[in-house]
């Protein structure tokens, strides 16, 4: 882990809203920081802000008040068109709405990614990539031909041939079996280390937390380091 690169930063940041005409804090008063070389888990019952925080961390919700800064921005201070550029350029989701477009192939959700970005595709490495993933068969195939398993694995290769530097995985491997899920958290785990990113997964699954550098609990909107 490299301390002196923080992926993540996240200073005093709370998320309240009102329901029925009462205050509910989803997010209280946090602080928080993930460093390049990081793998962390975040877990904790349905409810308690895991989401929230994911959300808020990638920059798809805003903060009631805080700062969220990615890679030295703070994105709460940007205009709509900058902050989509930053979640294009430097954050990898992997969400559990598997936000695949519907009339692309499996290969093209991929050679898309080099099209907005502006370079060239590396066959090799695609293939190579859906290969290790074990969707090689399926790349000419739409998402409405795959199984919820098959989508999500797809959604993880996209991530992984992104050069985004923070990876956000919300459950990523609820729709896999445990052969599966450990193998894809592996995967996630190698990539943050060998490529030096920084990986924050929410999970259910404490078997999976062995794979993990630190792991933090999330409890009624409060995030405390286990």
Known sequence: MNALKPA??????????????????????????????????????SGSGKSTFLTIAGGLQNPSSGSVIINGTNITKLSA?????????????????????????????????????????????????????????????YPSDLSGGERQRVVIAKVLYGKSKLILADEPTASLDTKRAFEVVDRLAQETHERNKATIMVTHDERLLKYCDAVYEMHDGVLTKR
């Open 81 to 141: 068109k900058e902050l989509s550029a930053v979640r294009f350029n430097e954050i990898g989701f992997i969400l559990q709405a598997s936000n695949l477009v519907p009339y692309l192939t499996v290969e093209k959700q991929l050679k898309l990614i080099d099209k907005v970005a502006g370079r060239a595709t590396k066959h090799d490495e695609l293939n190579a990539l859906l290969k290790e993933l074990s969707i090689d068969k399926l790349a000419h195939k």
């Open 8 to 45: 993540l930063n996240l200073e005093n940041v709370t998320r309240t809203f009102v329901q029925a005409g009462q205050k509910v804090t989803a997010l209280h008063k946090t602080t928080f920081s993930a460093h390049l070389g990081e793998f962390i888990a975040i877990i904790g019952p």
